[in-house]
């Protein structure tokens, strides 16, 4: 198979999966200067791709039955240290990225003390939930604008004198 382009053909053959960032998030997560917050945005990736579901099909008809999640729990349990160590960052700087999501209201963050089979109990463990319409909105803000916009013209409307 060939793209006409022996570089496209290249990197084609290299199978490179993981996640895909949407461009608009560069714009809509930002830090409080208005500057694009990258480790905000690496870390919702994340978080969302934990939160997309793992298709289900039958074996033998390859039709999709069901959907599951890929972690265990209820929620998604991470650590700022789990964290620092996949993107090469500090502790300190991924807490502030979550901050900055929860402030946003993308994310929720919980700490929950959680006992083990073996009896240990493992004290303030963080637990993600994510906000599926503010990730809408900050993916598709242009939805809201049009919404908005609808609604001024729907207030507008009504508000002028028939004749």
């Not at 300190?92 to 929720?108: F, H, P, Q, T, Y």
């Not at 073996?118 to 939930?129: A, D, K």
């Not at 599926?132 to 242009?142: C, F, G, Q, R, S």
Request: aromatic fraction near 10%; charge should be neutral; hydrophobic fraction near 40%.
């Amino acid at each position: 198979m060939t793209s006409g382009n022996p570089m496209v053909d290249a990197i084609g053959k290299l199978d490179l999966s993981g996640n895909v960032t949407p461009q608009i998030w560069y714009k809509t997560i930002t830090k409080k200067t208005g500057k694009s917050y990258m480790l905000a945005i690496t870390l919702l990736w994340d978080i969302v791709y934990w939160y997309k579901p793992t298709i289900v099909r039958d074996e033998m008809s390859g039709q999709v039955i069901g959907w599951r999640k890929k972690f265990k729990g209820d929620l998604l349990q991470k650590t700022c240290q789990q964290y620092a160590d996949l993107f090469g960052e500090s502790k300190r700087s991924v807490k502030a990225a979550l901050d900055r999501l929860e402030d946003l209201g993308a994310i929720k963050k919980e700490f929950r003390d959680v006992e083990c089979e073996n009896g240990i109990t493992l004290y303030n463990l963080m637990y993600i939930s994510i906000n599926e319409d503010v990730i809408a909105k900050l993916t598709y803000p242009e939805k809201e604008e049009q919404s908005a916009l609808m609604g001024r013209i729907i207030l507008i409307s009504w508000s002028d004198p028939v004749f």
